[in-house]
C-alpha cells in the first residue's frame, strides 16, 4: 500500500499526538520502513547458469519490498553499471574472479549500501569477512540461506569476523576464536584444534589465520600457530630445543626462529 501525502501527513500527525516522548523514536522507524519498502534498489552479480535460481529466490525472500532488481554476469558489466550506479543491496557471486575476489569486493561496496558475498569456497568466507560485509553464503543458495542473510539485514546481528566458517557433513557452522587452543598445518591442510577436544579441517593456509587474528594469535613454529592467552609458560629442554605448554597440558614445538618473538609478545601480554 503506498501513501498519498496527505495520508502521510495524518498518519505522521497520529504519531505525534499519541506518544510526544517518543516521536523520534517512531519517526525514524516509521521512515526506515518507508524507504526499505519504496526505494530497494538490488543488484545481483553471478555467473550466468545460475543468475535466474538466484534472481528467483532473492524476489520470493523481498516480496514486495523491492524497486527494482537487476542481474549482471560478469565483472565488466558490472564495472560499467557502477560508473554511473549507486545501489541499496549487492549480492555478489566472488566465484566470478576468484584471483581479484578481494579487490573487486573492496571496490563495488563504495557504490553498495549493503553487501552479501556468494561462494562455492568456504575458505574465503574467513578472509572476506574483515570488510563490512552483512553475511557470506555458501552455495548452493536456497530459500533458508537468503532468509537467514536478510534476517541480519533487517536487524539480527551480523556474524563476527572472529567466528572461522567451518563445514560438517555438507552444513557450514561458524566457530569462536576463543574456543581454539592452536592451529596445525599437515599434509597441506590446516587443523584446528579446540577446547572441547574436538578437531576440524580447512583448506585456508596458515599464515593467513595468523595475519587476521594478531596479536591473539601467534605462529611459534612453521607448521603451528597457537591462541596467545592459551600458553601457559615456555620449557626449554636439553640440546636447547624449546616448547611452548597450553592450558590443555599439551606442549607444542617452538622454533628457534620464533622464540625471541613468541616470548616478547608474552611478556607484553601480561
Not at 121 to 138: G, N, R, S, T, W
Not at 166 to 175: A, G, I, P, R
Not at 248 to 258: A, D, Q, W
Request: charge should be positive.
Amino acid at each position: 500500500m503506498q501513501l498519498a501525502p496527505k495520508e502521510l501527513t495524518f498518519y505522521l500527525f497520529v504519531i505525534y499526538k499519541i506518544d510526544f516522548s517518543n516521536r523520534i523514536i517512531y519517526f525514524n522507524t516509521f521512515f526506515s520502513k518507508i524507504l526499505n519498502k519504496f526505494y530497494m534498489r538490488i543488484l545481483i552479480i553471478g555467473q550466468k547458469k545460475e543468475i535466474k535460481r538466484l534472481k528467483l529466490c532473492v524476489s520470493q525472500a523481498m516480496c514486495s519490498e523491492v524497486n527494482s532488481l537487476k542481474t549482471l554476469c560478469s565483472i565488466e558489466e558490472a564495472n560499467t553499471f557502477f560508473v554511473d550506479n549507486n545501489i541499496d543491496l549487492l549480492f555478489f557471486d566472488i566465484d566470478l574472479d576468484k584471483e581479484n575476489r578481494l579487490y573487486y569486493i573492496n571496490k563495488f561496496s563504495e557504490k553498495s549500501s549493503h553487501m552479501i558475498l556468494i561462494s562455492s569456497q568456504l575458505e574465503f568466507a574467513l578472509e572476506v569477512h574483515i570488510y563490512d560485509v552483512i553475511d557470506f553464503i555458501i552455495k548452493p543458495v536456497t530459500d533458508k540461506k537468503l532468509k537467514n542473510s536478510l534476517f541480519k539485514l533487517n536487524g539480527g546481528k551480523r556474524v563476527p569476523f572472529r567466528l572461522i566458517p567451518v563445514k560438517v557433513d555438507q552444513e557450514v557452522f561458524y566457530l569462536s576464536v576463543n574456543n581454539i587452543l592452536y592451529f596445525e598445518i599437515k599434509n597441506k591442510d590446516t587443523k584446528i584444534f579446540c577446547k572441547n577436544n574436538k578437531i576440524y579441517e580447512t583448506k585456508m593456509a596458515l599464515n593467513r589465520y595468523e595475519k587476521i587474528f594478531l596479536p591473539f594469535f601467534i605462529r611459534c613454529h612453521k607448521s603451528f600457530v597457537v591462541n596467545i592467552k592459551e600458553i601457559e609458560n615456555i620449557e626449554i629442554e636439553s640440546g636447547g630445543i624449546y616448547f611452548a605448554k597450553i592450558s590443555n597440558g599439551e606442549t607444542l614445538p617452538v622454533g628457534r626462529s620464533f622464540y625471541k618473538r613468541l616470548k616478547k609478545i608474552l611478556y607484553n601480554f601480561n
